[in-house]
């Protein structure tokens, strides 16, 4: 897992805090994700990316984003998961809106 190597430790810093040689150990993790995959061969590139990334954590309810909200943030699931829903109109006036689950996600 990430924090077996420190590589949470890492990411709770503020990217502007850390090093190069830190934003390389994220990079060499990140790599063998299947979405990294395609930057492997471009380690500058990744450490540019691991400078960046920050670590998010969401509590069981909580909303990560909203339809409508600008798409300028990119997610990895590392740990738990994650239920996409959508809120739709009811079939019963005045009733509230109801949230139909679209996918559940876990990491992997």
């Known amino acids: 897992t990430l924090d077996t190597d420190g590589i949470v430790g890492i ?4 990217g502007h805090e850390r090093t190069t040689l830190e ?3 994220i990079a060499n993790t990140i790599k063998e994700f299947p979405f990294f995959q395609m930057l492997a061969d471009d380690m500058n590139a990744l450490v540019h990316l691991c400078k960046r990334i920050t670590i998010q954590t969401i509590e069981k309810g909580q909303y990560l984003f909203r339809k409508g ?3 300028d943030v990119f997610y990895v699931l590392y740990e738990g998961g994650i239920a996409i829903t959508i809120f739709t ?3 019963v ?3 509230p809106d109801v949230e139909k689950l679209l996918k559940l996600l876990h990491k992997g």
């Open 23 to 25: 934003a390389r150990k």
């Open 89 to 91: 109109p009811n079939v």
């Open 93 to 95: 006036k005045g009733a």
């Open 69 to 71: 909200d600008l798409g």
């Open 11 to 14: 990411l709770e810093k503020p």
